[in-house]
């Protein structure tokens, strides 16, 4: 600085403008090819970073070399990656070298400040989202105010006046899209609406009235759509941050209105009245006919999903981010619905006997005498499905098939090998290789239902049967949900009209007060027949009500189902039915699962809870816990029929007596009983460990378990994580989780 008469005078750098420009450039090259992103469009947003930095640079020729030191000394700093920050380094002392010398030297300084920006920009600084670009614009806004500053009086009024003019013109494209936003915004709440609103009803199968939703949502989509594209709001999506908001909903517009109109297409198309079940057929056609629609659905529900997460920014304003993330929530949460419904179409043709008459064995079960999977099998039943049409072409009871084949003393069960190693004792496989007497007593033994039903798909042809394509489980509970479906159903052996209501209830207890036992083992079996020709005679509701009313027992595992073809068997576990033990994925696992071993039928009463308490340690991902068992047998010592309280192995009336077994997805170490240390039978099924000891418990008895646990989670970074299997039993078991003392859900 000069001074004349009192008066400071700035004093004007002389610089070789040619120089300072093809350093500014050159710098603001670099700088576009970044990972800067102003705009959300990457084609204007390197155009933007590139002339912002060539700009700033170019007014830095001229700047005090104490703020090029200064900014090249932030962005050593700020740049984090240590080969950038030694760099920086170099530029802040060449900036200080600038100073030394007391020399212009612009073309140094021009490179340092477009060093500085371009480090910034390459910035990785956490802490608040912005940290980096508000630190760079900071920094680029400093340069540029110190740099011009010092210019002639000419270039000074040109930069501020292309400054200016660039503020007004971005403010006039802030206005215009704002005026645009206005008109549409009511447009784009009602879309979003009813957008919602088709979801819901797709997810709930009403697909006529979600053709509507659609169909309308497409049309105010669109509406708003063109009021985001007046030519007085495109210019805004050159404007930094405001960009990837007009552009955020502009997209999302113009892509929802698309999307919404072509899935009112393809819903009006489905008729959910053909799919159903009539007079015993289905109609093969109308299901192959409707995948196409499907898939065109699910295609649009993919594009409308991938937009929103594309548009999903930080830099949006809370409004908007707010919207798009309630509508990608919606569409999430029906994903997995859609795309059962996909693959289920594609397949369903053939598990119906499209290309091929297929058979399939249905198991009833009872869990008034309790096994693995749930229940005793009582009855059976074979399916035959021939281009889409049903028929049971064989009832019976698990005594025949017991008693069937040409040579019982010859079966022989081959695999799978865990399945044969932990149940294979008790009656599937014996000294010679060969099963036992009564194998379909104790087939549902395990609770791993694949590889239960592979057992009885070779099972069943030796025991009088034919080759199966699949098979299927299921216990009074499905029952009850099926006569729900038909209405009540009157049996021949009872006076009671039996309905959705107290089915369960008959089957369970009231069934064994009938004195003549013939008639009395048939029960099961006629009620399930008499059920299954009524659905068969009179027909199916849609499979969106079928779906509903079956939804709870199969997540409960009262209906299971497997399938011979793997794809059938993959849609199978996509959609809840195989009934497989979960899978750990490197986690946790914990189940109880009880046999009764007494013959009788006094797992109604029986009372189970299970509390785990877990120490975990998220840095190591190291697991101890305590699994603590409480059973408890509440029936009563008599007033009931012997066939109830009554046992195979002369023990008191009302005597249970159980195989229990612990499931953990660790390993499992001592146990104790009611505090006394014991031993068990400890295995391997898959990738959990059991413990399986045998428990007596006298009319009222209680008795406690303890088991204790340790391993380590796989992962842990992503926490403490648990896979938990419910026996489907008549009383609910209590089950009760705390890790580091906090209770899980």
Same mark, same amino acid.
């Given at each position: 600085?000069?001074? *004349?008469g009192?008066r400071?005078?700035?004093?004007?750098?002389?610089?070789d403008?040619?120089?300072a420009?093809?350093?500014a450039?050159?710098?603001?090259? /670099?700088?576009?090819?970044?990972?800067v992103?102003?705009t959300?469009?990457r084609?204007?947003g390197r155009?933007?970073?590139?002339?912002?930095v060539a700009?700033?640079?170019?007014a830095?020729?001229?700047a005090?070399?104490w703020?090029?030191?200064g900014?090249?000394?932030?962005?050593?700093?700020?740049?984090?990656?240590?080969?950038l920050?030694?760099i920086?380094?170099?530029?802040?002392?060449?900036?200080?070298?600038?100073?030394?010398r007391?020399?212009?030297l612009?073309v140094?300084?021009?490179?340092c400040?477009a060093?500085?920006?371009n480090?910034?920009?390459?910035?990785?600084l956490?802490g608040? !989202?912005?940290?980096s670009?508000?630190i760079?614009?900071?920094?680029?806004?400093?340069?540029?105010?110190?740099?011009?500053?010092?210019r002639?009086?000419?270039?000074?009024k040109?930069a501020?006046? @292309?400054?200016?003019?660039?503020?007004v013109l971005?403010t006039l494209?802030?206005?215009?899209?704002?005026?645009g936003?206005?008109?549409?915004?009511a447009?784009?709440?009602?879309?979003?609406?009813l957008?919602r609103d088709g979801?819901?009803q797709?997810?709930r199968?009403?697909?006529?009235?979600?053709a509507?939703s659609?169909?309308?949502a497409g049309?105010?989509f669109?509406?708003?759509?063109?009021?985001?594209?007046?030519?007085?709001?495109?210019p805004?999506? /050159?404007v +930094? /941050?405001?960009? *990837?908001n007009?552009?955020?909903v502009?997209?999302?517009?113009?892509?929802?209105g698309?999307?919404?109109?072509?899935?009112?297409?393809?819903?009006?198309e489905?008729?959910p009245e053909q799919?159903?079940?009539?007079?015993?057929?289905f109609?093969?056609?109308? @299901?192959e006919a409707?995948a196409?629609?499907?898939?065109?659905v699910?295609a649009?529900?993919d594009e409308?999903?991938?937009?929103i997460?594309?548009?999903?920014?930080?830099?949006?304003?809370?409004p908007?981010r707010?919207?798009?993330?309630?509508?990608?929530?919606?569409?999430?949460?029906?994903?997995?619905?859609?795309d059962n419904?996909?693959?289920?179409?594609?397949?369903?043709?053939q598990l119906l006997g499209?290309?091929?008459?297929r !058979?399939?064995l249905?198991?009833?079960t009872?869990p008034?005498?309790?096994?693995g999977?749930g229940?005793?099998m009582?009855?059976f039943?074979?399916?035959?499905?021939d281009d889409g %049409?049903l028929?049971?072409s %064989?009832?019976g009871r698990?005594?025949e098939?017991?008693?069937?084949g040409? =040579?019982?003393?010859a %079966? %022989?069960?081959?695999g799978?090998e865990?399945?044969?190693?932990?149940?294979?004792?008790?009656?599937f496989?014996?000294?010679?290789?060969t099963?036992?007497?009564?194998?379909w007593?104790?087939?549902?033994?395990?609770?791993?239902?694949?590889?239960?039903?592979?057992?009885?798909?070779?099972?069943? +042809?030796?025991?009088g049967?034919?080759?199966?394509?699949?098979v299927?489980?299921m216990d009074p509970y499905v029952?009850?949900?099926?006569l729900?479906f038909?209405?009540p159903?009157?049996?021949?052996?009872t006076?009671?009209?039996?309905?959705?209501?107290n089915?369960?209830?008959?089957?369970?207890e009231s069934?064994?007060?009938i004195?003549?036992?013939?008639?009395?083992?048939d029960?099961?079996?006629?009620?399930?027949?008499?059920?299954? =020709?009524?659905?068969?005679s009179g027909?199916?509701?849609?499979?969106v009500?079928?779906?509903?009313?079956?939804?709870?027992?199969?997540?409960q595992g009262?209906?299971?189902g497997?399938?011979a073809n793997d =794809?059938?068997?993959?849609?199978f576990?996509q959609?809840?039915?195989?009934?497989?033990?979960?899978?750990?994925?490197?986690?946790?696992?914990?189940?109880?699962?009880?046999?009764?071993?007494?013959?009788?039928?006094?797992?109604?009463?029986l009372?189970r809870s299970?509390t785990? =308490?877990v120490t975990?340690?998220p840095?190591t991902g190291?697991v101890?816990?305590?699994?603590?068992?409480?059973?408890?047998n509440?029936? +009563?010592?008599?007033g009931?029929?012997?066939?109830?309280?009554?046992?195979?192995?002369e023990l008191?009336l009302?005597?249970?007596?159980?195989l229990v077994?612990?499931y953990?997805?660790l390993?499992i170490?001592?146990?104790?009983?009611?505090?006394?240390p014991?031993s068990?039978?400890?295995g391997?099924?898959?990738?959990?460990?059991?413990?399986?000891?045998?428990?007596?418990?006298?009319?009222?008895?209680?008795?406690?378990?303890?088991?204790?646990?340790?391993g380590?989670?796989?992962?842990p970074?992503?926490?403490?994580?648990?896979?938990?299997r419910?026996q489907?039993?008549v009383?609910?078991?209590?089950?009760?989780?705390t890790?580091n003392g906090a209770p899980v859900?």
């Amino acid at each position: 600085m000069a001074s *004349q008469g009192g008066r400071r005078v700035r004093r004007a750098v002389r610089l070789d403008e040619r120089s300072a420009i093809a350093v500014a450039l050159a710098g603001g090259i /670099v700088a576009a090819f970044s990972d800067v992103d102003p705009t959300g469009d990457r084609v204007v947003g390197r155009i933007l970073v590139g002339l912002a930095v060539a700009t700033v640079s170019w007014a830095a020729a001229s700047a005090p070399w104490w703020a090029v030191a200064g900014a090249t000394g932030i962005a050593a700093v700020a740049v984090i990656d240590p080969t950038l920050t030694i760099i920086g380094a170099v530029g802040f002392v060449a900036s200080l070298w600038v100073g030394v010398r007391k020399r212009d030297l612009a073309v140094v300084r021009a490179g340092c400040a477009a060093l500085a920006l371009n480090l910034l920009a390459r910035s990785e600084l956490e802490g608040f !989202h912005g940290a980096s670009a508000v630190i760079g614009i900071a920094t680029g806004c400093a340069l540029f105010v110190f740099g011009i500053r010092r210019r002639r009086r000419q270039t000074r009024k040109l930069a501020w006046g @292309i400054v200016g003019g660039a503020a007004v013109l971005a403010t006039l494209a802030i206005i215009g899209f704002g005026l645009g936003a206005v008109r549409a915004r009511a447009m784009l709440t009602d879309g979003e609406r009813l957008a919602r609103d088709g979801i819901d009803q797709l997810g709930r199968g009403e697909f006529a009235e979600a053709a509507v939703s659609f169909t309308t949502a497409g049309e105010v989509f669109t509406r708003a759509s063109n009021e985001l594209d007046r030519p007085w709001a495109r210019p805004s999506q /050159v404007v +930094p /941050v405001v960009a *990837q908001n007009a552009g955020a909903v502009s997209d999302l517009a113009e892509v929802a209105g698309r999307t919404s109109t072509q899935l009112g297409e393809a819903l009006a198309e489905i008729d959910p009245e053909q799919l159903r079940l009539v007079d015993g057929r289905f109609d093969l056609a109308a @299901i192959e006919a409707v995948a196409a629609p499907l898939e065109a659905v699910q295609a649009s529900i993919d594009e409308l999903d991938a937009t929103i997460d594309g548009s999903d920014s930080p830099w949006l304003v809370a409004p908007v981010r707010d919207r798009l993330s309630l509508l990608g929530e919606d569409i999430d949460e029906n994903a997995e619905q859609l795309d059962n419904a996909v693959t289920t179409a594609r397949l369903a043709p053939q598990l119906l006997g499209g290309d091929g008459t297929r !058979h399939y064995l249905i198991m009833f079960t009872t869990p008034a005498e309790a096994r693995g999977l749930g229940g005793f099998m009582g009855n059976f039943a074979e399916l035959t499905v021939d281009d889409g %049409r049903l028929t049971v072409s %064989r009832f019976g009871r698990t005594t025949e098939l017991n008693l069937g084949g040409a =040579d019982p003393t010859a %079966r %022989r069960i081959t695999g799978p090998e865990d399945w044969v190693a932990q149940w294979g004792r008790y009656g599937f496989v014996d000294d010679a290789g060969t099963t036992g007497s009564v194998p379909w007593s104790n087939i549902t033994m395990s609770p791993d239902f694949p590889a239960t039903a592979q057992v009885v798909a070779e099972l069943y +042809p030796q025991s009088g049967g034919r080759p199966i394509d699949g098979v299927f489980a299921m216990d009074p509970y499905v029952l009850s949900v099926l006569l729900g479906f038909t209405g009540p159903v009157s049996i021949d052996a009872t006076a009671t009209e039996l309905n959705a209501d107290n089915v369960v209830e008959f089957l369970l207890e009231s069934q064994y007060e009938i004195d003549d036992r013939a008639e009395r083992v048939d029960l099961l079996a006629a009620v399930s027949q008499v059920t299954i =020709d009524r659905l068969l005679s009179g027909g199916l509701p849609s499979p969106v009500q079928m779906a509903s009313g079956l939804g709870p027992v199969v997540e409960q595992g009262r209906l299971v189902g497997w399938a011979a073809n793997d =794809d059938e068997q993959a849609l199978f576990t996509q959609i809840g039915l195989a009934g497989g033990l979960p899978e750990l994925n490197g986690g946790d696992g914990l189940a109880l699962v009880v046999n009764n071993a007494a013959a009788n039928k006094l797992d109604v009463y029986l009372d189970r809870s299970v509390t785990y =308490d877990v120490t975990f340690d998220p840095a190591t991902g190291q697991v101890t816990g305590t699994a603590t068992v409480v059973l408890t047998n509440t029936a +009563p010592a008599g007033g009931l029929p012997d066939v109830v309280l009554g046992n195979a192995l002369e023990l008191p009336l009302g005597t249970s007596r159980s195989l229990v077994s612990l499931y953990s997805g660790l390993t499992i170490g001592a146990a104790t009983r009611d505090g006394a240390p014991v031993s068990y039978d400890a295995g391997l099924d898959g990738e959990w460990s059991t413990a399986r000891q045998q428990v007596t418990l006298a009319p009222g008895a209680s008795t406690t378990l303890t088991f204790e646990i340790t391993g380590q989670i796989e992962d842990p970074a992503d926490g403490y994580r648990i896979a938990t299997r419910e026996q489907p039993m008549v009383i609910p078991q209590t089950t009760t989780i705390t890790v580091n003392g906090a209770p899980v859900s």
